[in-house]
């Protein structure tokens, strides 16, 4: 199944909490979307490495901590899927 709307957005709401990936939620993608959605999940931990966070805000340093430890979860989970079912990304 093809990847319904953008798959940066994807990626962003990954980050922000509202999407989560997981081993039955990619049975649905063939190995092209998975390497789209791969390839998009570091794009947008690249844009929030980018952040510049002042260190006295406390609060925007954990939510920027918080939004890449997704991405890294659903890297893992992605990697690890891909690897299980022998899908070259």
Excluded: F, H, W
């Excluded at 997981?22 to 789209?36: C, E, T």
């Excluded at 980018?50 to 979860?73: D, F, G, T, Y």
Aim: aromatic share 4%; proline share 6%; charged share 25%.
């Amino acid at each position: 199944m093809a990847i319904s709307g953008n798959p940066k957005k994807l990626a962003q709401d990954i980050s922000a909490g509202y999407q989560n990936l997981s081993p039955v939620a990619l049975k649905k993608y063939n190995p092209a979307d998975l390497k789209v959605i791969l390839s998009n999940l570091t794009i947008v931990q690249r844009e929030i490495r980018q952040l510049q966070v002042p260190l006295e805000e406390v609060l925007l340093i954990k939510a920027k901590n918080m939004q890449l430890s997704r991405l890294n979860q659903a890297e893992v989970v992605l990697r690890s899927y891909c690897r299980k079912k022998r899908i070259p990304i």
